[in-house]
């Protein structure tokens, strides 16, 4: 008697699904390349993994994606570990990945950024230490190979920019197995020489095996320890090494690196011309104010003079009228008068000695007006006395500036002057006689 089969609902099915794959499969093991990546809440990871003729789905949930070392990218070729696993709102077989890591590169570039958390966490990549370049080198030393086209296109850049910088090279491997320790030795040899301003490491595009001696501790170490600045000049722009992240500044190619530590030579000119343009508009600022000051020098001392002869001959009016009421000459005067006006003596000799006394109190309040008056001239020549001396020329040059002559005459263009002329410098202490060469 053949029996009804037993019908299993959705729910209990895909748990029967489940049970029977954790029981034969368990935990599988699997690598492939990434075909397509979705991030959705709380960072789960919902990605395709595929070879040549299959693919899976494959979730990552976010408590450890958020662990990842790298970032998930189409394209990346990765081995994975995890179980398989129906969904049941879906009814869709995807693979719950518990550990997943870059193949074959993806070992390096596991070792890079794990190497580069170790040296972040110790301050060698921070801002703050890094030094500013020097604006204009007399001298650059540069390590990179001798025969490959790095360190010709840095030359023709350098020509093109500033032709009087000084070049010196460091012949170094940049590729292959100890590589890096050539470099670390151009890094002692250019500190230990102290011949050039900075230093400048420099190599072609590659692939992060070609690239991976820029990446080694030691060297990161010692570009950290060099007493000179150091520029990194690795590679291509994407590229970036852990030599670009320690350098005091990163250029993106070898040839930006010579346009990065050179400025051109034409701007400079420029520049500079610019500057003896200000300077010159400057002189001429100053001689106007060193006429003006002569000018106000020269009424100054006239008016003072003028003004004291004033004083002089007030003065001496004055002395004048004070004998004229001495009180002995008056006493002369009334014996003399005591002989002929004797009725009248009481009388008379009040009336002159109120006379007296009234001209002893004008004098008194003209001489104290005198006195103030004498006073407020004095400081107000002092005051013109300091306002002189802040316009003074000389306190100008005592902050730096010079005046240039050429046989008594104000130099106020470099055109007023020819090679072998004789130009006297006169500073705030002091004269120097020049020759133009």
């Known amino acids: 008697m053949k029996t009804d089969p037993q019908y299993l609902t959705i729910t209990r099915l895909c748990q029967y699904y489940n049970t029977v794959l954790e029981q034969y499969c368990g935990t599988v093991y699997f690598e492939g390349e990434v075909s397509s990546v979705s991030v959705g809440a709380r960072h789960h990871h919902y990605i395709k993994i595929k070879d040549q003729n299959s693919a899976v789905s494959a979730i990552i949930w976010g408590s450890y994606a958020q662990t990842l070392k790298f970032k998930l990218e189409v394209g990346q070729k990765v081995l994975c570990q995890g179980s398989p696993q129906i969904y049941p709102a879906r009814g869709d077989l995807s693979t719950i990945i518990t550990s997943i890591k870059l ?105 992060l095996e070609d690239l991976w001696n820029f990446n080694e501790e030691a060297l990161v170490r010692a570009i950290f320890a060099s007493n000179l600045p150091v520029v990194s000049a690795v590679g291509h722009e994407p590229d970036i090494s852990l030599s670009d992240l320690v350098a005091d500044l990163r250029a993106p190619t070898p040839t930006a690196a010579a346009e990065f530590t050179v400025p051109k030579l034409k701007d400079l000119l420029i520049h500079l011309e610019k500057q003896l343009n200000r300077l010159n508009q400057f002189e001429r600022w100053v001689m106007n104010y060193w006429q003006k000051f002569e000018y106000l020098s020269e ?139």
Do not use: C
Not at 121 to 141: H, M, N, Q, V, Y
Not at 163 to 182: T, W
Not at 343 to 348: E, G, V
Not at 371 to 385: A, G, I
């Open 103 to 207: 193949a074959g590169q993806g070992d390096l570039q596991q070792k890079f950024l794990e190497l580069k958390e170790k040296l972040q966490a110790e301050g060698l990549f921070d801002l703050a230490r890094k030094r500013k370049l020097p604006f204009l080198p007399t001298s650059i030393g540069i390590i990179t190979s001798a025969t490959g086209a790095v360190i010709h296109d840095m030359s023709v850049k350098f020509a093109e920019r500033y032709p009087s910088i000084k070049i010196y090279l460091y012949d170094a491997r940049v590729q292959g197995e100890g590589a890096y320790r050539e470099l670390i030795s151009g890094l002692q040899y250019f500190n230990q020489q102290n011949k050039v301003d900075l230093i400048i490491l420099a190599r072609g595009g590659g692939s």
């Open 299 to 437: 009424k100054f001392f006239n008016s003072k003079s003028n003004y004291l002869q004033g004083l002089q001959q007030q003065l001496l009016h004055f002395q004048r009228i004070l004998k004229l009421v001495e009180p002995r000459n008056l006493i002369y005067n009334k014996k003399q008068q005591l002989t002929n006006q004797l009725k009248n003596l009481n009388t008379s000799y009040q009336n002159i000695l109120q006379i007296n006394q009234r001209k002893f109190l004008v004098l008194g309040n003209l001489a104290e007006h005198f006195r103030k008056s004498l006073n407020t001239q004095q400081q107000y020549l002092l005051e013109k006395e300091k306002h002189l001396a802040a316009i003074n020329p000389i306190s100008i040059l005592a902050r730096g500036f010079s005046i240039v002559k050429k046989k008594g005459n104000y130099i106020r263009e470099a055109s007023e002057v020819s090679v072998n002329d004789q130009l006297e410098v006169q500073l705030a202490k002091g004269t120097i006689n020049v020759i133009v060469k």
